[in-house]
């Protein structure tokens, strides 16, 4: 669906709720990362960059205190009084929007009531980001009925907290960013030490190739702990090497110091994934898109083998894709489920043709095959 199309089908359901028009409709795209998983909150490197689907999210200030939710997606209807809000005041799919709001005020920005109903075409739980695009829909929304000037980058930060302390997951800052930052024809390299962040061009169609988001099928959360658990992994890893972050360490073969065998294959999955997409930077400043193959395809073994966080339906779409002809494929996101990336040539047919061989050996209902051009961040569409 066209993100106008998008945008008028939540205008119309904020109608038929509240029976009047929004004030405005706001979008936030969700991302792909090319490369660089599980190192935002080890302050390294990542290459990610904004989908042309999203989240959507139709709105009009309130007279009250009061946040009034809805979704599309999800059951029933929340209203969240704002004076008071806190963690743990709020769970389950509002937590998102209403942390946004919560953590738009703890920043002391003046945002009040709000009715919100929100909309996506985005897949669930298919590790392209939904819960960030969400946090990011609002934000711009609630930002912008209070009048607030508010910094992307800044946006970006409020955001996460919102998921960080209201929803409890301690996630890094790479979707947000992505989200809230992305641009057109680009892919952004993010210092998530410095928080720089640096558009990259990525055009894999003026090399005759294009980027093919494959849906696993298989379903992530990263409320369920085991990313959490990654990340204190990772925490002991630098503890271990001493160092404040696995980010202070360029030599992946540095990790073989750790004496514990687990934690050293974690810390060697983030500081050579962190290579990689320095790597992938310089080759796509020097219009090398073909070039990423490789390490698309190193980063999937890194993650499989060392990082541990790969599954099932995503090894065999990636082995199916790079036998077909793709450069290189890999996991994307928090990993467990979700998605898998391929580089491919512009007609892909060989390569869906071979992933969904691949599935339909196993015994497993077919994947979801999406194009991902790299496009615009959060906007208001209405
Ligand atoms: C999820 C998190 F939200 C990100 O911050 C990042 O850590 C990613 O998993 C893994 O690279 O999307």
Redesign the pocket.
């Known amino acids: 669906m066209s993100p106008a199309d998008l945008a008028d089908q939540a205008a119309g359901r904020f109608r038929a709720r509240h029976g009047t028009d929004p004030e405005g409709v706001w979008l936030a795209p969700g ?1 792909v ?1 090319l490369i ?6 080890n302050f390294g490197w ?1 290459l990610p960059f904004a989908l042309d689907r999203g989240v959507v999210v139709a709105a009009r200030r309130r007279g009250d205190e009061l946040l009034d939710i809805c979704s599309a997606q999800s059951a029933g209807q929340v209203s969240v009084p704002l004076p008071g809000l806190g963690p743990g005041a709020v769970t389950g799919w509002a937590a998102y929007p209403a942390g946004v709001a919560w953590a738009l005020r703890e920043a002391g920005w003046h945002v009040g009531g709000a009715s919100l109903v929100i909309d996506s075409d985005l897949p669930q739980g298919a ?1 392209l ?1 939904s ?2 695009a969400i946090e990011c829909a609002v934000a711009v929304a609630l930002a912008e009925l209070a009048g607030a000037d508010v910094p992307r980058a800044e946006l970006a930060r409020l955001a ?1 907290r919102a ?1 960080n302390e209201m929803v409890g ?1 301690p ?6 960013s992505a989200s809230l930052l992305g641009e057109a024809g680009h892919a952004l390299l993010l210092d998530c030490r410095s928080g720089q962040i640096t558009p990259v061009p990525f055009d894999p169609a003026a090399a005759g190739l294009a980027l093919l988001v494959i849906d696993t099928g298989a379903r992530h959360a ?1 409320t369920d702990g085991r ?1 959490a658990l990654r ?1 204190r992994e990772c925490e002991q890893a630098a503890r271990v090497l001493g160092v404040p972050s696995l980010r202070d360490v360029t030599d992946p073969a540095r990790s073989a110091a750790i004496g514990d065998p687990v934690l050293a294959r974690r810390a060697r999955h983030v500081i050579s994934d962190d290579c990689r997409v320095l790597a992938a930077a310089d080759l796509l400043r020097s219009g090398d898109v073909a070039g990423l193959g490789p390490l698309l395809h190193a980063s999937h073994a890194s993650l499989r083998d060392d990082f541990e966080i790969s599954w099932p339906q995503a090894d065999v779409a990636a082995e199916a894709a790079e036998r077909a002809g793709a450069l290189g494929a890999r996991m ?4 467990f489920g979700g998605s898998v990336i391929a580089l491919v040539p512009a007609d892909d047919a060989a390569v869906r043709a071979a992933v969904l061989a691949g599935y339909a050996g196993q015994g497993w209902p077919p994947p979801a095959f999406l194009a991902a051009p790299p496009s615009a961040g959060a906007r208001r569409i209405l």
């Open positions: 991302r990362n660089g998983e599980h190192t935002d909150y990542v590790g980001s819960s960030a996460r998921e997951v996630s890094g800052i790479m979707d947000q990263l990313y990340r994307v996101g928090g990993g």
